[in-house]
């Protein structure tokens, strides 16, 4: 990849055309606990290299506003949330959630100043329990993306986030690559044939070359990962990449009983902070049934598979302590020493530095998604500067779709096979 290539996919800056594009989404901001009531206190946060700060008024209302002041840019998160507003400290000003100064006490009580003085706000709203942002021209304010996750009720989903100190793009990377499975996230006891059992984990592990089918689609990408299972059938894993920062993820096929699996699925929302760090957006769904009490534990926001994680979502477990690497488990237990899928995902991708030099990558044919992310995503930055808008920001219901994981026969193409398991509806043809 030409350095360029990597100045225009990595930086996310307002100025920068990767920048723009995303800003022509919504995007996932802040859980909706949060934010946990009317009046209750402003959280900081930074998106696409924008500091910010976010607020509950009087009447519940959210509103996201410019983190500095416009008066002497001191920050409005030290601000009193009061009385339908964010008040400076400083000296007082006060702005509503549309950023429009309301109270001015500085200057005089005849003084028509404030009405002259807004900031900068963005436009918000809840869906599935978390706060979305939308950060581009007010013009062009897009559909909110359909996911189903974000339909279910709660008692089928969890949401949480957790901050990654690298470049949002490598991390998109690590979510489409589905060929580092089988070792990154593999147990030893995978290999023995009297302990591997059967289904996902015996298929990843016997065979570790997957091919790669990558098909281009309104949303973005639907990549097949193939490994053989038995002499009549392929076991296939179904993601998706959805623009411009959304991965999913299949479910766990059980078993060789059944072809295919209709148990949890989950996903990920890669949002740059700036161009050096990342929230990690992780969701686990089951459009089935409520999760049982084993579920809600493995799935739990801060302590569960995620997890776990600080009060500001920072991972216990990261790079000052090697993710807690232990190399005797390395030798016994799984392949990386390292416990839990998220900090083995960390820290490849985080190794790689803050932004990777792909200029020094050699890829070979199991990189075959990587490489058409990369394209579609440039090639959409590029059309943006010429005028061409994304024509997904525009359709949300392009984003109801599902992950899979399944067993087809050998003479079945993927995207037909599995194609009653991809539509993200209840309403879909089990036949």
Wanted: proline fraction near 6%; include cysteine.
């Amino acid at each position: 990849m030409r350095p360029e290539d990597n100045e225009l996919l990595t930086r996310v800056g307002p100025e920068t055309p990767m920048g723009r594009l995303l800003r022509r989404f919504w995007l996932p901001a802040l859980l909706e606990e949060e934010l946990a009531g009317p009046d209750s206190d402003p959280v900081k946060l930074r998106l696409l290299g924008e500091d910010l700060v976010a607020f509950r008024d009087t009447d519940g209302a959210i509103g996201f506003l410019d983190a500095h002041c416009p008066h002497r840019r001191s920050n409005l998160y030290f601000g009193r949330n009061e009385e339908h507003g964010l008040r400076c400290v400083y000296h007082g000003w006060k702005f509503d959630v549309r950023g429009q100064c309301v109270d001015m006490p500085s200057e005089p009580a005849e003084s028509s100043f404030k009405d002259k003085i807004k900031t900068r706000s963005y436009p918000n709203c809840i869906f599935g329990g978390v706060v979305w942002i939308y950060m581009g021209p007010p013009e062009l304010l897009p559909e909110l993306p359909d996911f189903e996750w974000a339909r279910l009720p709660r008692s089928r989903s969890i949401v949480t986030k957790r901050v990654q100190p690298c470049n949002w793009a490598q991390a998109v990377e690590g979510g489409i690559d589905s060929s580092h499975i089988s070792y990154l996230h593999r147990n030893l006891a995978d290999l023995n044939p009297v302990t591997a059992g059967r289904g996902h984990r015996s298929y990843t592990s016997r065979d570790r070359s997957p091919v790669f089918f990558v098909q281009e689609t309104d949303y973005g990408l639907r990549i097949g990962a193939r490994r053989n299972a038995t002499e009549e059938s392929f076991y296939w894993r179904i993601t998706q990449f959805l623009v411009p920062i959304y991965t999913m993820i299949p479910p766990i096929l059980r078993g060789e009983v059944d072809n295919s699996s209709e148990d949890t699925y989950a996903g990920h929302a890669w949002v740059p902070i700036d161009d050096e760090n990342t929230w990690t957006w992780s969701f686990n769904c089951n459009p089935h049934r409520d999760f049982n009490e084993r579920e809600r534990a493995l799935f739990h926001p801060r302590t569960g598979m995620w997890g776990a994680v600080d009060e500001h979502f920072r991972p216990l477990l990261n790079k000052d302590n090697d993710y807690g690497l232990d190399r005797d488990m390395q030798r016994q237990v799984n392949f990386t020493g390292i416990q839990g899928i998220p900090n083995q995902d960390a820290a490849v991708q985080e190794s790689m530095g803050t932004i990777a030099d792909r200029s020094l990558e050699n890829l070979g044919s199991s990189d075959k998604a990587v490489i058409a992310y990369r394209k579609l995503l440039l090639d959409m930055a590029r059309n943006l500067q010429s005028g061409k808008e994304p024509g997904a920001a525009r359709d949300g219901a392009r984003y109801s779709v599902r992950s899979a994981s399944l067993l087809l026969g050998k003479d079945v193409p993927f995207d037909k096979g599995a194609a009653s398991l991809l539509s993200g509806s209840e309403e879909r043809d089990h036949t």
